[in-house]
């Protein structure tokens, strides 16, 4: 079995919102030209997917696109609660 590595500085740990000590892991790659995503349950990494930084806008957009249609759908719902109480 491997050895866990640290965590680069340039990355972060995202917590899964089922708990159980599930997280993602993302650091970056300058060197290799890549962003690492890797699954983790606990201190064990159970996989991982290496983009390469021409790829990583593409990513992006398709979060920022899921983010923005997630955002309006709860801004009105919200409203509409708001509407039905008042």
Not at 22 to 48: F, I, K, M, Q
Not at 75 to 80: G, L, T, Y
Request: hydrophobic share 45%; with cysteine.
């Amino acid at each position: 079995m491997t050895s866990v590595r640290p965590l680069p500085t340039t990355g972060s740990v995202l917590v899964d919102a089922r708990g159980g000590d599930r997280a993602l892991r993302t650091s970056w790659h300058h060197e290799d030209g890549l962003l690492v995503l890797s699954l983790w349950r606990s201190n064990v990494c159970v996989g991982s997917f290496r983009l390469a930084i021409d790829e990583v806008p593409e990513l992006i957009d398709t979060l920022v696109a899921g983010l923005a249609a997630s955002y309006a759908a709860v801004v009105a719902d919200h409203r509409a609660v708001e509407r039905d109480a008042g």
